[in-house]
């Protein structure tokens, strides 16, 4: 089974407003780190947000933040504000486990398009 | 800080030779992990080294992908006998906390 679902292989947004950016997980290990990574066409990984499974606030970072449902499972992406500059490769992922450098499952991944 | 670096950045060999590609993580940073990424197979992890512990290899898809850490900085992952399905970009990370890994450039291979 996958561990991390991204559904939307591709989305559009109008530059200046919000777009939420779906991700799905599945693990039984009650602890475990979420992860957003950007991924530009210059191809390197960019660090973007972290929420950790018993963080009780959603997790936020300047323009992005971490819509996290932990019942049902689910860490959206909510960037606002869009710019042009957010247009990228965008990819969900999970660490299981609070090990110190356990690996990082990711999601299929979503193209985000920023229209001016 | 600098950041992760990798080497080369572009690597096109032909079907059987050897490989060698060389990441630098950040200065301080004890977890090194390996990841390639490809269009049929998505990001997929290789290799981690925490320390001086042994390292999980449970991600190295056969007998000829290895790697090692020199003085727990240095990495370099070899492949031996390429073939065309090891074509890929391979991306170093590394990371101090248990909270974010932190991405090199990659190195593109191409296998001929």
């Known amino acids: 089974a996958q561990k991390i679902t991204q559904t939307q292989p591709g989305m559009f947004v109008q530059e200046k407003e919000a777009v939420t950016l779906d991700c799905t997980y599945d693990?039984?290990?009650?602890?475990?780190?979420l992860f957003w990574y950007k991924q530009p066409s210059s191809g390197e990984m960019i660090f973007l947000i972290y929420q950790g499974s018993y963080d009780q606030q959603n997790a936020t970072e300047g323009r992005y933040s971490l819509n996290f449902q932990k019942a049902r499972k689910s860490a959206n992406l909510v960037i606002s504000a869009s710019q042009l500059g957010d247009s990228a490769m965008y990819f969900c992922a999970m660490r299981e486990g609070d090990g110190y450098g356990n690996k990082l499952v990711f999601g299929a991944g979503t193209i985000l398009r920023v229209k001016s | 800080g600098a950041g992760v670096s990798q080497s080369p950045s572009n690597k096109v060999t032909e079907k059987g030779k050897d490989v060698e590609l060389r990441c630098d993580p950040i200065?301080?940073?004890?977890?090194l992990y390996w990841y390639r990424q490809s269009l049929g197979q998505g990001l997929e992890f290789l290799i981690y080294?925490?320390?001086?512990?042994?390292?999980?290899k449970s991600g190295l898809p056969s007998d000829r992908f290895s790697a090692e850490r020199t003085g727990g900085s240095v990495s370099t992952l070899t492949i031996q006998r390429t073939q065309q399905e090891d074509s890929a970009v391979y991306l170093c990370?590394?990371?101090?906390?248990?909270?974010?890994?932190?991405f090199g450039p990659g190195t593109r291979l191409t296998v001929l």
């Open positions: 990370a590394s990371s101090l906390t248990g909270f974010a890994q932190y």
């Open positions: 693990t039984s290990d009650p602890s475990y780190g």
């Open positions: 080294f925490q320390g001086n512990s042994a390292p999980d």
């Open positions: 200065s301080g940073h004890t977890a």
